[in-house]
């Protein structure tokens, strides 16, 4: 591509394209994969102060969708000093192609309207709610790749919401049971 005026041999879809088929190539090569469960608000029944899932059924979520990702990256994540001792919470940083994102059906007008705020994500057994999401890379207004922050939901959280029991019950095998 020229930076120039003159027209260059090749154009901006054809880089485009190219930087997008060498993204695929990577994640095929060394990529990792999350489960993203898309929220159903219409069909959810969450409590009205605090957005958590109530007892007739709790949040509700479309299946969850496998999507190939470019990276996963956990940290350890800082201790939180409460009354009731400490608490820890993991953060997850996801790097996907926003291509990739766009064939499973998380497209731009659902990063445009923050529509991904209420979708949770499950990788290595733990379940993982979307604080941030930035479009990374681009080319004349078309995002390449998207990174995402994510902070882990204890099983304690997740209340009445049967279709993430698996979750639940992994984050529950770590805890010791009182004698």
Wanted: glycine fraction near 8%.
């Amino acid at each position: 591509m020229r930076a120039d005026w003159k027209h260059g041999r090749f154009s901006t879809a054809y880089h485009a394209a190219r930087i997008d088929a060498g993204l695929r190539a990577w994640q095929h090569r060394k990529g990792d994969v999350v489960t993203w469960f898309r929220a159903a608000p219409a069909q959810s029944h969450a409590h009205d102060v605090y957005d958590e899932g109530a007892a007739a059924g709790g949040r509700a979520y479309h299946p969850p969708i496998t999507v190939p990702v470019l990276d996963v990256s956990r940290d350890q994540g800082a201790v939180e000093r409460t009354a009731q001792g400490l608490y820890q919470v993991a953060p997850l940083y996801v790097t996907a192609a926003a291509r990739q994102l766009a064939r499973v059906g998380i497209s731009q007008p659902d990063i445009d309207t923050h529509q991904y705020l209420r979708d949770w994500i499950g990788y290595d057994g733990r379940l993982h709610r979307i604080d941030e999401l930035q479009a990374l890379g681009r080319l004349r207004r078309h995002d390449f790749v998207v990174s995402l922050k994510l902070t882990e939901i204890k099983p304690d959280e997740i209340t009445a919401d049967t279709q993430l029991d698996e979750y639940r019950r992994f984050g529950l095998r770590h805890i010791r049971q009182p004698r």
